[in-house]
């Protein structure tokens, strides 16, 4: 099991973010999802929060709007309609 994961962040228009991370927690449809190393595969809708990448103590946070996750081997892909 890897210690990190490994963080993209994408919309129609550009890439947000790519960055190796602790922990996320990411705004879900029904609610808000923790995801940490070692993570079972997941595919879910987004819905509109604040997503909040942890990596070594350090908190970055993005405004997501819509779109779906993607977590799988370690891998966290965000593919939002709009992230700010």
């Known amino acids: 099991m890897a210690d990190v ?7 129609p228009e550009k ?5 190796q991370a602790d ?3 990411i705004p879900g449809k029904d609610g808000y999802m ?3 190393p070692g993570h079972a595969a997941l595919l879910s809708e987004l819905g509109d929060g604040t997503l ?7 908190k970055e946070q993005h405004h997501i ?7 799988r081997d370690n891998h966290v892909r965000v593919l939002a309609d709009r992230a700010e």
Not at 15 to 19: E, I
Not at 52 to 58: L, M, P, Y
């Open 5 to 11: 994961l490994e963080v993209e962040i994408a919309t």
């Open 15 to 19: 890439l947000v973010a790519r960055q």
């Open 23 to 25: 922990s996320v927690t």
């Open 34 to 36: 923790g995801i940490l």
């Open 52 to 58: 909040e990448i942890v990596s070594g103590g350090r």
């Open 65 to 71: 709007i819509g779109g779906y996750v993607e977590v």
